[in-house]
């Protein structure tokens, strides 16, 4: 059995990430999981999805939710006769829920898909096609903060017809406990709480109550990355965040993201995307007068 973690960058600029194909020659799938959730919704085509020890028909008018780190195969029967056309929506959701507080009911839905166990991960929404497929359609493929917040909130309608599809009601095993975190995941959930202060391995270790080199490890099993790499990923992203939205200086954007030193700051900065903070801001100042 191949597995592979499929590492989506959120933790860059984008906290979501969507993608609309259409495949007419038969596609390999294989076993891989995220480090966020998934939205796959079926336009057309056949075939079979593997997830939580259970086999789901591939239905056109179906939407499958993924949850993080949780092992899926996807395998249609893809043909130039039989066209496998879907959309997949990956995101982050701890952005998603920021963006979900403004509707009490909605956040705790959405909570309910992200944390507890499911019974169901198949649900059918065909008679919402065409709604759906309007919202969809909706999503903006350019990269900056307008188009950003728009597809937030597009994602949180699909959401919402989701809810609605269902009564409010989400399909839970036994009493809907809580499902057990990976590792990565409570390191991550950690590091979203502490990363704009100084990072001590020792605190997180502690926290979670493994050795050092321990965590470390498990960290990079579960995600092919290190513990360094994502806390500097998640650094850059608010730094990104605070240079395109305000009028911070550059050094107080390094402090109020974990990295005082106002010289190492902008060479991480640098390096991670490229231009310096301050050509950052300029060209996203530019961009948002177009």
């Known amino acids: 059995m191949d597995t592979l973690f499929d590492l989506v960058p959120f933790d860059r600029d984008h906290a979501l990430h969507m993608n609309r194909h259409r495949s007419d020659a038969p596609i390999k799938g294989y076993y891989h999981y995220h480090q966020g959730c998934e939205l796959l919704y079926v336009s057309a085509g056949t075939g079979k999805i593997v997830v939580n020890r259970r086999t789901y028909e591939i239905e056109p008018g179906s939407l499958y939710w993924?949850?993080?780190?949780?092992?899926?195969?996807?395998?249609?029967?893809?043909?130039?006769?039989?066209?496998?056309?879907?959309?997949?929506?990956?995101?982050?959701?701890?952005?998603v829920d920021r963006y979900a507080a403004a509707f009490p009911d909605l956040q705790r839905f959405f909570r309910s898909l992200w944390k507890r166990r499911l019974s169901e991960q198949r649900f059918d929404v065909s008679g919402r096609t065409p709604f759906l497929e309007t919202i969809l359609s909706a999503f903006e493929p350019k990269k900056d903060e307008g188009s950003e917040q728009s597809n937030m909130l597009l994602l949180l309608q699909v959401i919402a017809c989701l809810r609605s599809e269902l009564g409010g009601r989400v399909p839970l095993e036994g009493e809907g406990e809580e499902r057990s975190l990976?590792?990565?995941?409570?390191?991550?959930?950690?590091?979203?709480?502490?990363?704009?202060?100084?990072?001590?391995?020792?605190?997180?270790?502690?926290?979670?109550?493994?050795?050092?080199?321990?965590?470390?490890?498990?960290?990079?099993?579960?995600?092919?990355s290190s513990i360094t790499d994502y806390l500097t990923a998640r650094r850059i992203k608010e730094a990104s965040r605070l240079l395109r939205s305000s009028d911070v200086p550059v050094?107080?954007?390094?402090?109020?993201?974990?990295?005082?030193?106002?010289?190492?700051?902008?060479?991480?900065?640098?390096?991670v995307v490229g231009v310096s903070p301050l050509q950052y801001r300029k060209r996203s100042q530019s961009n948002a007068q177009f």
């Open 251 to 271: 050094e107080r954007v390094g402090i109020e993201v974990g990295l005082p030193n106002a010289s190492y700051f902008c060479h991480l900065f640098k390096r």
């Open 182 to 224: 990976r590792y990565s995941e409570s390191v991550m959930q950690w590091i979203e709480l502490n990363f704009a202060n100084d990072f001590a391995l020792d605190a997180l270790s502690e926290s979670l109550h493994l050795s050092k080199n321990y965590v470390s490890r498990v960290f990079r099993q579960e995600t092919g």
């Open 66 to 95: 993924f949850q993080p780190f949780q092992l899926h195969a996807v395998r249609p029967d893809a043909a130039a006769s039989t066209p496998y056309v879907r959309t997949v929506m990956s995101f982050d959701p701890v952005e």
